[in-house]
């Protein structure tokens, strides 16, 4: 039995976001889902242009997880975009 997750500090969305690509039918797509933690720690990193360390600490997680959750959510938004799926920001 795995430890429990801890809690993350996340920006909160008013709703979930969908991106899908153009002349597709979402209901003919696959859909990657990012999770409220993994969207976080690449907005952190990638647009405000913080250190893994400093995402850490606004976080409240340790900088290990940080990178863990930037590696999982750019896979998952590059294979989306590569393949051709829906993206969905789940909401917190």
């Known amino acids: 039995m795995g430890r429990c997750k801890k ?3 996340c920006r ?3 709703d979930e ?7 597709i039918p979402a209901r003919l797509l696959l859909t990657n889902e990012i999770e ?3 969207f976080e720690s ?3 990193c990638d647009m405000d242009g913080k250190s893994q360390i400093e995402a850490a600490e ?3 997680i340790s900088r290990g997880t940080v990178q863990r959750l930037l590696i999982s959510g ?5 294979d ?6 829906t993206i969905k920001i789940k909401n917190n």
């Open 7 to 9: 809690e993350r500090k």
């Open 12 to 14: 909160r969305l008013k």
């Open 17 to 23: 976001l969908v991106y899908k690509p153009i002349g």
């Open 36 to 38: 409220p933690d993994e």
């Open 42 to 44: 690449m907005r952190l």
């Open 58 to 60: 606004k976080m409240k």
């Open 74 to 78: 750019r896979a998952k938004l590059m």
């Open 80 to 85: 989306a975009i590569l393949s051709n799926k």
